[in-house]
Nanobody
């Protein structure tokens, strides 16, 4: 059974940084496109970043140049380094499969990121 557990969120001032981690159970991660998603209050969940098994990445325009997605397949872990955080980055952040119809089966609790002075 696949499960994703996000961690690393917290309260940070504008301009600050956080590093999120996503620990995956099961054996699916190393061969899958993985993504970070976020959902802000009153908004739909949106894709933030994707990373392929080979390390190719994609970012939504609003975080490009500020966020970096990476993965360690040996540790079954995906990371999101977030720099120059803005209040509009405030959201619950989730990791999950990307480009895979099974993703809806595996949403976890997410980790709260709050950017505020």
């Amino acid at each position: 059974q696949v499960q994703f557990v996000e961690s690393g969120g917290g309260l940070v001032q504008p301009g600050g940084s956080l590093r999120l981690s996503c620990a995956a159970s099961g054996a699916i991660l190393s061969l899958s496109v993985m993504g970070w998603y976020r959902q802000a209050p009153g908004k739909q969940r949106e894709l933030v970043a994707l990373i392929s098994s080979g390390g190719n990445t994609h970012y939504t325009d609003s975080v490009k140049g500020r966020f970096t997605i990476s993965r360690d397949n040996g540790k079954n872990t995906v990371y999101l380094q977030m720099n120059s955080l803005k209040p509009e980055d405030t959201a619950v952040y989730y990791c999950n499969l990307g480009s895979n119809p099974l993703a809806d089966k595996y949403w976890g609790q997410g980790t709260q990121v709050t950017v505020s002075s």
